[in-house]
């Protein structure tokens, strides 16, 4: 499958894995408060960056899974981590409109 530059899935050795990093879940140390996506955005930035960081010296592609225990955590997350990445896969949340 393509997602965006990404190929995902195939045959053993065909394409590069994919790093996919979750982020943002219930009892996650940087999340302060569940229902309202509060987090320290220091070190969710820290941990992207050094998820992209992997991605570039191993040279497998990134992407973040977002986890949110709300509708209002998740826009709030989505705002803020979607500034740092390439591409961000989303099953059913149209951030565009956040």
Not at 32 to 39: A, L, S, V
Not at 56 to 81: Q, W
Request: glycine share 10%; with cysteine; proline share 2%.
């Amino acid at each position: 499958m393509r997602l965006e530059e990404f190929k995902v899935g195939g045959l053993l050795g065909e394409a590069p894995r994919v790093l996919i990093g979750t982020i943002f879940y219930g009892k996650h140390k940087i999340v302060t408060d569940e229902r309202t996506g509060q987090f320290d955005h220091a070190i969710a930035e820290e941990i992207i960056k050094k998820q992209e960081e992997f991605s570039d010296k191993t040279g497998n592609p990134c992407m973040i899974d977002v986890v949110g225990t709300t509708y209002e955590a998740l826009i709030k997350i989505s705002r803020f981590h979607r500034r740092y990445l390439k591409f961000s896969f989303s099953n059913g949340w149209d951030y565009t409109r956040c």
